[in-house]
């Protein structure tokens, strides 16, 4: 077994067995369950996601405030949007670039759906679809940023273009 | 915390969460196209139930209530991020087909 694989394995088990020990709490059989449940789900979890690009945890943690601050902001945005008599929106489209590998790919497009203004819609071949609320409000700049905020969560990062 | 204030910010927290709801709703009947719908159901409906999570957060007996809400909010959050993309990504296709 690879490293890489060791590893995820550990990260796995402490979060499901944090998972389950919250489902169980109070429920003594319960928790016995769980001695057969969380190693069963790390073995299906390896199985079906393969760890390939391990996540930096400690860059996770950083990262969580500006996720957290961010889809604050898109909820407010387009909820001012939705309630403004004048409703306004420019909506358009994106085609931005990408070095990601799949997955990150799909965490991008996942986040990038919970920040202001935009929202993504697969790819075409190497370049991501984003749908943008509001062209006038320079959402490239911060679609790059995002991505390159997923990019630096992995190891290796990508390499640049 | 005493129990008085406790009940206020329950009340104030989901009030919030509420009007985000409601935003959302709004956007999805005025927004023009299923995109930007899209737009207004995850982000305004993600930050609503946010808010009713914290708000429900303060009637918690111990922490593993509050744990239970968090997971709910995370797991809400993952399925929003994720089904934003694959309805935009078949409402794409289907446009391309027409």
Do not use: C, Y
């Amino acid at each position: 077994m690879s490293r890489v694989t060791m590893k995820a394995m550990i990260h796995r088990t402490v979060v499901f067995a944090l998972i389950w020990a919250v489902l169980s709490a109070g429920d003594p059989a319960g928790q016995v369950l769980g001695l057969i449940v969380v190693p069963a789900t790390v073995w299906l979890s390896v199985a079906l996601l393969p760890a390939r690009n391990p996540l930096k945890l400690w860059r996770l943690t950083g990262h969580t405030p500006r996720f957290l601050v961010g889809s604050v902001a898109g909820g407010v945005d387009v909820a001012r949007r939705a309630f403004a008599p004048s409703m306004p929106l420019n909506p358009g489209w994106l085609r931005v670039p990408m070095q990601l590998g799949d997955g990150a790919r799909v965490a991008l497009g996942a986040e990038l759906s919970l920040m202001p203004g935009t929202l993504a819609a697969g790819s075409d071949g190497s370049v991501l679809l984003v749908h943008v609320l509001d062209l006038d409000a320079e959402p490239g700049r911060a679609v790059e940023a995002q991505a390159a905020e997923i990019a630096a969560l992995t190891d290796p990062a990508p390499e640049g273009p | 915390m005493p129990e008085g204030l406790a009940d206020i910010a329950t009340i104030v927290l989901t009030g919030i969460g509420l009007v985000f709801f409601l935003a959302g709703t709004v956007g999805l009947i005025r927004f023009p196209d299923v995109f930007s719908r899209l737009h207004a159901l995850t982000k305004a409906d993600n930050l609503g139930l946010g808010f009713i999570v914290l708000g429900a957060g303060f009637q918690a007996d111990d922490w593993t209530q509050l744990a239970k809400l968090g997971l709910i909010w995370a797991l809400a959050l993952l399925a929003a991020g994720t089904v934003a993309q694959l309805v935009a990504r078949a409402a794409l296709r289907q446009e391309g087909r027409e």
